[in-house]
């Protein structure tokens, strides 16, 4: 049974920086793509970073610059390095895999809130 714990949120003034990480029990991350989705309120959730197998990672527009994930197949553990934040990054992030290959599963996400 998969199960992923995301962490590392909080509030953080705009230009502040934070550092996600998301690890996974009952799956081998190694074996898939993943990624770090965002859902902010009254908005759908949406992909802002991926990183496959191999291969270049991917950015949404929104955040390419400024986000960067990575991932640590030894420790099932996949992070997101964000810099430069702004109030428009508020939301709640979740990790996935990118595409969503477990069914309706999601983690229960980390907070993050961008202000003054």
């Known amino acids: 049974q998969v199960q992923l714990v995301e962490s590392g949120g909080g509030l953080v003034q705009p230009g502040g920086s934070l550092t996600l990480s998301c690890a996974a029990s009952?799956?081998?991350?190694?074996?898939?793509?993943m990624g770090w989705y965002r859902q902010a309120p009254g908005k759908q959730r949406e992909l802002v970073a991926r990183?496959?197998?191999?291969?270049?990672?991917e950015y949404a527009d929104s955040v390419k610059g400024r986000f960067t994930i990575s991932r640590n197949n030894a420790q099932n553990t996949v992070f997101l390095q964000m810099s430069s934040l702004k109030p428009q990054d508020t939301a709640v992030y979740f990790c996935?895999?990118?595409?969503?290959?477990?069914?309706?599963?999601w983690g229960q996400g980390t907070q993050v809130t961008v202000s003054s």
């Open positions: 996935n895999s990118a595409p969503p290959q477990w069914g309706d599963y």
């Open positions: 009952g799956t081998r991350i190694g074996s898939y793509a």
């Open positions: 990183i496959p197998i191999g291969g270049r990672t």
